[in-house]
C-alpha cells in the first residue's frame, strides 16, 4: 500500500502577524450607514441590514453585493475602511502596510445556492503567504450565517495528512461557525481554512472583507494601495 501524499510545508511569509483567529472591534457605523443609503439609491427600501432578507431573493442579494463591491472605489467609502481597519489594528506600522482597493462585500440570505463559499483557504486560489485577512461583520452573525474557520494548527494538519493545497477541500471535517456582533473584525491568514454558508432561518448576513499586505518596494499591483495617506 503507497503511503499518503505528504505536502510540502507552507510557511507564512513578512512581518505581517500570524493571525489565528482573533477577534477584535471596530466602529464600523459609517460603513454601515453608506451600505444602506447605497442599497436604498438600487431601489430597495431597506430599514435596516439585518433585514435585507426580507425585500431581496439570493439572486437580488448577490447583484447588490456586486454593486456594493463595484461602488467600494467611492472615496468616502475607502477612508471609512481605512479608519476601521486602523482602529481594529492600532499595534501595526500603518506605513509599512498596503490594503486591498477595492472592499469586498458580502450578502448571504436564507435558500441561496450561489453566493455561499465552498470549504477552501485562500493561498489554493492564489493568493500569496505575505497576505492577511481582516472580515468585518456589519450584522450579527451565528450559527449557519457566521463565518466558519478552521484554527491555523487544523487547517495545516489536514492539508498536510491529505496532501491537498488548492481549490475545493471537500471531505474536510466539520468547520466550526465563529459567532460576531455587528461590529467585530476576525484576523486570520491565507493558510485558514475557511467557508461560508447560507444562513437558515429568518436572518441574513452581511459582511465586508479586505487584504493587508507589507508595502511593496515598487507600485506593482494596483488592487492594492497605501493604507496611510488619503485614498
Given at each position: ?15 505581517l ?12 457605523t ?6 444602506l ?9 431597506v ?7 426580507c425585500?431581496l431573493?439570493?439572486?437580488?442579494a ?22 476601521a ?5 492600532p499595534e ?16 448571504l440570505?436564507?435558500?441561496d445556492?450561489?453566493a ?5 483557504t485562500?493561498?489554493?486560489?492564489g ?38 493545497l ?16 455587528a461590529?467585530d473584525v ?24 479586505v ?19 488619503d485614498?
Open positions: 500500500m503507497s503511503e499518503p501524499v505528504q505536502a510540502p510545508p507552507l510557511a507564512l511569509t513578512g512581518f502577524p500570524a493571525w489565528d483567529i482573533e477577534k477584535r472591534r471596530a466602529d464600523l459609517p460603513i454601515a450607514d453608506w451600505a443609503n447605497h442599497i436604498r439609491s438600487l431601489g430597495h427600501p430599514d435596516s441590514l439585518g433585514t435585507l432578507h425585500l431573493d439570493p439572486a437580488q448577490l447583484a447588490v453585493t456586486q454593486a456594493l463591491t463595484a461602488a467600494s472605489l467611492e472615496t468616502a467609502l475607502r477612508r471609512h475602511v481605512r479608519r481597519v486602523l482602529e481594529a489594528v501595526l506600522p500603518a506605513e509599512r502596510i498596503w490594503i486591498q482597493t477595492r472592499t469586498h462585500f458580502r450578502i440570505v436564507p435558500n445556492t450561489v455561499p463559499v465552498p470549504p477552501h485562500d493561498f489554493g486560489f493568493h500569496t503567504l505575505v497576505e492577511r485577512n481582516m472580515w468585518f461583520s456589519l450584522t450579527d452573525a451565528e450559527g449557519t450565517s457566521a463565518l466558519h474557520l478552521l484554527s491555523l494548527a487544523e487547517s495545516l494538519s489536514w492539508m498536510s495528512q491529505t496532501g491537498r488548492y481549490g475545493v477541500l471537500d471531505g474536510i471535517p466539520e468547520i466550526p461557525p465563529v459567532p460576531t456582533r461590529g476576525l484576523l486570520f491568514t491565507p493558510l485558514h481554512v475557511h467557508r461560508a454558508r447560507a444562513p437558515s432561518g429568518n436572518r441574513c448576513r452581511v459582511s465586508f472583507d487584504r493587508l499586505v507589507p508595502s511593496p518596494t515598487f507600485n506593482y499591483d494596483l488592487t492594492f494601495s497605501p493604507l496611510r495617506g485614498p
